[in-house]
């Protein structure tokens, strides 16, 4: 039985104040039976560690570097999130394969530097609108996760996944959960090939999850949580997403 696992991906949104009213709503509307996590922005790091003290939330990052130290201006090492308590990482999200030309193959160095320091990788895989209508879901999520097993190799059943289709990223176009499950299926299917511990391994959705249709996203026997984008800035929204998750 995996238990399920909803993550905020707050992006470049919120100031300290801001951050704080937030975390404390969520303080006050935990605990969950579903484990809850927030990927905040960088800056806000410590005082999220700090807000969150003794709370059975957990939180990280929202990308790293693939390079372990050194000259590489801006960046920010998996180490050095680790060293600021950081559970969680996401690497690969459509925004920074599509900003930031982020290859198949440098978003698996992210997810492998990450695991080296213990921060566990969100990794996202998603197909654009063109590729869907193309027929090509399937050959694009198992490519960029085939790059990813590829480099992980024995630990591949260390990450977390996340499918997100990129059409349904802040259009409020959510997949329905047929056509989600049916996409989680076949990453299952990848995974067990690649490793023994597949079934044990949580595959979220995200993609315009709200409070209104999480639980049917969350009912399908392969979508083992969410990655919340706009409603995770909500504590009230977030909570109720989460409380989906039972
Ligand atoms: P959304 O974002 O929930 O706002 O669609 C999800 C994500 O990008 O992780």
């Known amino acids: 039985m995996r ?3 909803v993550v905020g991906n707050w992006k470049m949104h919120g100031n300290r104040a801001s951050n704080a009213a937030l975390l404390a709503g969520l303080r006050e509307a935990g605990p969950w039976s579903a484990d809850v996590a927030v990927c905040v922005p960088f800056p806000y790091i410590a005082e999220t560690a700090l807000a969150l003290t003794g709370q059975a939330i957990a939180f990280g990052a929202q990308d790293c570097s693939a390079h372990e130290q050194g000259a590489f201006t801006g960046e920010v090492s998996s180490a050095m999130l680790a060293d600021l ?3 969680y990482v996401i690497v690969g999200h ?3 394969r599509a900003f930031h030309a ?6 698996a160095d992210k997810a492998k530097a990450a695991l080296a320091h213990g921060v566990t990788p ?6 654009t609108l063109a590729e869907r209508e193309a027929g090509q879901t399937e050959t694009v999520v198992k490519r960029q996760l085939a790059a990813v097993i590829h480099t992980l190799t024995h630990c591949i059943g260390e990450i977390v996944l996340a499918y997100e289709p990129v059409w349904a990223i802040g259009t409020g176009l959510t997949a329905s959960p047929e056509q989600a499950q049916s996409v989680h299926a076949v990453l299952r299917k990848q995974l067990q090939a690649a490793t023994q ?5 949580r595959i979220l959705y995200g993609g315009s999850v ?3 249709n999480a639980a049917q ?3 399908m026997p392969d979508i083992d949580g969410g990655l919340i984008g706009g409603a995770a800035l909500k504590a009230g929204d977030f909570s109720v997403i989460c409380r989906a998750a039972a």
């Open 217 to 219: 996203l969350f009912a």
């Open 102 to 107: 982020e290859s198949d193959q440098l978003v």
């Open 85 to 87: 308590g950081c559970r």
């Open 210 to 212: 709200k409070p209104d």
């Open 94 to 96: 459509s925004e920074r």
């Open 122 to 127: 969100i990794v996202c895989v998603g197909e």
């Open 3 to 5: 238990k399920k696992l």
């Open 197 to 201: 511990k597949a079934d044990a391994m």
